[in-house]
């Protein structure tokens, strides 16, 4: 048994904290990128792009993202590639969250009236000038709120990434509960620093969806 005091448990933890904010923001901004690009291709109406689009979100909402973790560690190493918990974590976390957001965008540019879709046809606008132009702007204000909410399930989301040896939060608590004996004491100190994380994201979309719809009002 090592003799830890509080101080010490909740230094280590900060320290794999800074890898815990780090994966999730590699996640949200990767996965935000693929997601608008997704979207665009589910909105072009192409044939067969809007059900490939569709599978491949509901592949990713449909398995577990323990599953997801596990495949991208042991999947891309079958290509020859060697493989990190850090490269397999960030793949699949980047992945799970673009086919959410995906989702998500999807419906708040459903929610934007045909008429506007119709007025942006009127001028003589292409595709990707309605999208840019008219569709895209109001489709924002309503996703933003619910997009910021998202990033509160990614840094939980994290935490999975631990079974395939990536030292983060919750991995790092294991071996510091290993370590000394004091699971309680030290899963609390990992609580406490997940909700430091999350709360003030949850304030920030809830803020953010009374005053953008405080606006529309």
């Known amino acids: 048994m090592v003799d830890f005091s509080l101080w010490d448990i909740l230094r280590n933890l900060l320290l794999a904290a800074r890898w815990t904010v ?64 850090w490269t397999a974590a960030a793949v699949a976390l980047t992945l799970y969250t673009s086919a959410y957001l995906t989702e998500i965008w999807r419906g708040c540019v459903a929610s934007i009236p045909k008429g506007q879709w119709e007025a942006a046809q009127s001028l003589a606008l292409n595709f990707g000038e309605q999208l840019r132009h008219v569709v895209l702007p109001q489709a924002l204000r309503i996703a933003v709120p619910p997009t910021v909410g998202f990033l509160v399930q990614v840094i939980k989301g994290t935490a999975l990434a631990s079974v395939i040896g990536f030292v983060e939060l919750t991995k790092a608590g294991s071996m510091i509960s290993n370590a000394t004996y004091q699971p309680f004491l030290v899963y609390a100190c990992v609580a406490l620093l997940y909700f430091a994380l999350c709360f003030p994201v949850s304030l920030v979309a809830q803020s953010l969806e009374r005053k953008l719809h405080g606006n529309r009002r």
Do not use: W
């Not at 996640?27 to 935000?32: D, E, R, S, T």
């Not at 909105?43 to 909402?61: E, I, M, P, T």
């Open 22 to 85: 780090s994966l999730s923001l590699i996640a949200f901004i990767g996965g935000g990128l693929v997601g608008l690009v997704l979207l665009v291709l589910r909105l072009s109406k192409v044939r067969g792009v809007d059900r490939a689009v569709g599978a491949y979100v509901q592949v990713f909402q449909g398995t577990p993202l323990l599953m997801q973790l596990f495949l991208a560690y042991f999947g891309i190493a079958l290509f020859g590639i060697k493989t990190s918990p």
